[in-house]
Nanobody
């Protein structure tokens, strides 16, 4: 059974930075694409970023390009999301997800991920 545990959330002022981490256990993380999604109160879960198993392909939602950076360390079975220039609208619960995405699969689709963490709260104050 694959388990994911996120950490690094918290309260930060607008313009600040946070670094989210997710540890994957139960199977080598290099087997999976790893993604970050977020869900704000009253809104649907939305895609943030994803990285392929070999880290050769990175994906971002347009509104986060240039502010967020995803990376992974397969030796440590971790994926990290560095978030800079945070805005109040970035406030949400952030989820880490793992999926064995087939070639051509859309990494932004939550249904392509079989395993999910419990989430970590990010709150950005204005």
């Amino acid at each position: 059974q694959v388990q994911l545990v996120e950490s690094g959330g918290g309260l930060v002022q607008a313009g600040g930075s946070l670094r989210l981490s997710c540890v994957v256990s139960g199977r080598s993380s290099s087997t999976y694409a790893l993604g970050w999604f977020r869900q704000a109160p009253g809104k649907e879960r939305e895609f943030v970023s994803a990285i392929s198993g070999s880290a050769e392909r990175l994906y971002y939602t347009d509104s986060m390009k240039g502010r967020f950076t995803i990376s992974r360390d397969n030796a440590k079975n971790t994926v990290t999301l560095q978030m800079n220039s945070l805005k109040p609208e970035d406030t949400a619960v952030y989820f880490c997800a793992a999926g064995a995405l087939a070639y051509g699969s859309n990494p932004a689709k939550s249904e392509n991920y079989a395993y999910w963490g419990q989430g970590t709260q990010v709150t950005v104050s204005s």
